[in-house]
């Protein structure tokens, strides 16, 4: 069973930067694609970013030219850089996973941008 440990998340002022860190362990394929998710309280749990085994990134709009997502193979590991940050990036933060067998997720870390 693949698992999936966040770190990274906090309290931050609106401009500032954060960086989310996820690990991948227990893995017996490939995973395929990794990514953010966000979520907030009433809320769909919506995508921030997503990258591919191969490094081709996809962003949302209301994070691009702001977020950077990258991965390292080798370590199983999904990075995102959150610059520029506004209130409404507020949220729980999940990692995700997916490989041939299923789609996987981490335990969620918070982010609080203020004002």
């Known amino acids: 069973q693949v698992q999936l440990v966040e770190s990274g998340g906090g309290l931050v002022q609106a401009g500032g930067s954060l960086r989310l860190s996820c690990k991948a362990s227990?893995?017996?394929?490939?995973?395929?694609?990794m990514g953010w998710f966000r979520q907030n309280p009433g809320k769909q749990r919506e995508l921030v970013a997503r990258?591919?085994?191969?490094?081709?990134?996809t962003d949302a709009d209301s994070v691009k030219g702001r977020f950077a997502i990258s991965r390292d193979n080798a370590e199983n590991t999904v990075t995102m850089q959150l610059n520029s940050q506004e209130v409404d990036d507020t949220g729980v933060y999940y990692c995700?996973?997916?490989?041939?067998?299923?789609?996987?997720w981490g335990q969620g870390t918070q982010v609080t941008v203020s004002s």
């Open positions: 227990g893995i017996r394929f490939r995973i395929n694609v």
């Open positions: 995700s996973a997916y490989d041939d067998c299923g789609d996987y």
């Open positions: 990258i591919t085994s191969l490094g081709t990134p």
